[in-house]
């Protein structure tokens, strides 16, 4: 028998930074089973038939970690063709599973798909939504978490428990009347109230422990309302945001748009001395204010909550919003998905490759009003994008640069892989934008009142801006983003307000390897870009290749 011989130091050493490679780039295969179908509820008093999934609304919260492998498999039990989309979910070099129009053909009634798709380097609160047909105005959304690896240390003491906290705007309509509205002209009306978690006033209750901290991950899942969320007499410690951990600052109340996501540390009084606490959502930016209200409860609490909710900003109070969003700042020192700071990539000293600027409008395109990007209104063709690209199927697109008139087209900007771009939000309408990039974060280095023009570039933040993936354009101003295109595919460049994006309001940006530019699409390398799943399903044009 051999001798057991002993490590040496240097051999000892070298074992232990492999074994903390392993971990850092370990990753697990999750699997979901969901089952889509409708269910009769009155989250307001007014029966609707609402989508739930797996007998839930909302939906069940899908937990992961940074570099996992999701599966989720989707039963369509409704009576329409449906697709989800992950939003804020960066798929690693995988737009086939983005679930949205262009990228993915729909689960038909009765059947199933499987979606397949790796984890960047993310972390973060995020959640999942219907993306076909204004399903999301019946519910089927749900929440996200993505939690760090191990070995990487979350920058606060951990939390005694998390709670998803998904707040938006509800309508009592069933969504195809809805729908039928939009497509002749007349937009959404006014929301019927707010929902906290598919629930009524002081129907949502949240448990706290005397002196516990408590991480709420806090999500504005509604179709077109800003909201305003906060805690009676219990301030929060905002924290992250989309993927970001955020230089902490505390913050009585929080301004979230439609589409956004926050993360924030809620500490429980050491005595509740018998009280309950209001939670509000409530809207901004509307004629008529609704609130949406849940109860904090303590273990000593007598019953529910009394008196008036706690006040929020002026209903019309821009100002608040604006400076509020330029209060958040990147941490620079903290570790997110990666060993290494947040602030270790300078994204300011980085050539721009590309100047876009995006502003959105309303018009009358034929008898009909319409949504628009640079006057051009998205019209979807019969299959997706991502199809007609890999078989070469010659579906004409065109960039919104500037339509002379306004006009219908398939809007599609080419660019290459690292790609550094400089998009410009504009917004001369007297309305909130919300606008989301699927598969990447952008960083919000500026926003004004006005239009912009090149000396707004001054006033630039090109250290600490904000890193994200959904970001507000408030009315008659601008908003600015840099973004690298780090992630091959195709992707949707959408509004997040509802009535918006169902009525054009979205674009698709195309990334590939300038290695590959001219290539066929089937001869691109695994390695750069996903293959076609073998599960893929097929439709319109393609359905017999």
Request: glycine residues 8%; proline residues 6%.
């Amino acid at each position: 028998m051999n001798p057991i011989r002993l490590l040496t130091s240097s051999e000892l050493c070298l074992c232990t930074c492999f074994l903390l490679v392993l971990i850092y780039r370990g990753w697990s295969q999750l699997f979901y089973d969901w089952t889509v179908s409708y269910s009769q509820l009155a989250p307001l008093g007014v029966d609707k038939q609402v989508i739930v999934i797996n007998g839930m609304f909302p939906g069940p919260v899908l937990y992961a970690s940074t570099n996992d492998v999701v599966n989720v498999n989707i039963h369509n039990y409704l009576t329409e063709p449906f697709l989800m989309t992950w939003n804020g979910v960066q798929m690693r070099k995988n737009s086939w599973q983005d679930g949205v129009q262009e990228t993915n053909c729909p689960i038909l009634p009765g059947q199933n798909w499987t979606y397949s798709f790796q984890l960047k380097d993310q972390i973060g609160s995020f959640f999942y939504f219907p993306s076909l047909l204004l399903h999301k105005a019946a519910g089927g959304y749900g929440a996200i978490h993505l939690n760090n690896l191990p070995i990487i240390p979350i920058p606060f003491p951990q939390p005694y428990k998390d709670y998803a906290v998904l707040i938006g705007d509800w309508f009592n309509a069933d969504y195809r009347d809805l729908r039928a509205s939009l497509e002749n002209g007349v937009f959404l009306p006014h929301p019927d109230g707010i929902l906290i978690n598919g629930l009524g006033p002081n129907q949502a209750r949240f448990e706290f422990e005397p002196s516990a901290t408590y991480m709420l991950r806090i999500s504005n899942v509604g179709l077109k309302t800003s909201l305003n969320f906060r805690i009676e007499d219990h301030p929060m410690l905002l924290v992250e945001t989309e993927g970001s951990y955020l230089i902490q600052q505390y913050y009585d109340s929080l301004d979230i748009h439609v589409g956004q996501s926050y993360s924030v540390l809620v500490t429980a009084k050491n005595q509740a001395n018998g009280k309950s606490y209001y939670m509000v959502a409530s809207s901004r930016f509307t004629i008529l204010e609704h609130s949406g209200i849940g109860v904090i409860h303590y273990p000593d609490a007598a019953g529910d909550p009394v008196g008036p909710l706690p006040l929020g900003p002026g209903l019309s109070n821009y100002n608040f919003s604006i400076e509020q969003a330029r209060s958040m700042r990147w941490d620079l020192i903290a570790s997110a998905a990666r060993p290494n700071p947040q602030g270790s990539y300078h994204y300011g000293t980085i050539p721009i490759t590309r100047t876009l600027i995006l502003e959105n409008n309303v018009m009358v395109i034929g008898s009909k009003r319409r949504f628009t990007i640079n006057g051009i209104s998205f019209m979807h063709s019969d299959t997706p994008l991502k199809l007609l690209d890999y078989f070469q199927l010659n579906e004409e697109s065109k960039y919104a640069a500037a339509a002379a008139l306004p006009s219908s087209a398939t809007s599609v900007v080419d660019a290459f892989y690292r790609d550094f771009f400089h998009i410009v939000f504009q917004n001369p309408l007297l309305e909130v934008q919300s606008w989301h990039i699927d598969g990447y974060n952008f960083f919000v280095v500026g926003m004004g009142w006005g239009l912009w023009d090149e000396s707004k570039k001054a006033g630039y933040n090109i250290v600490d801006a904000v890193s994200r993936s959904t970001v507000q354009v408030y009315p008659l101003s601008w908003t600015a983003i840099l973004m690298e295109l780090d992630n091959l595919g195709t992707w949707n460049l959408r509004s997040q307000n509802a009535e918006n994006g169902y009525l054009g309001q979205e674009l698709y940006i195309r990334v590939k390897g300038v290695w590959n530019w001219l290539d066929e699409q089937s001869d691109i390398s695994a390695r750069d870009e996903a293959p076609i799943p073998d599960n893929v399903i097929k439709c319109g044009r393609a359905a017999d290749l």
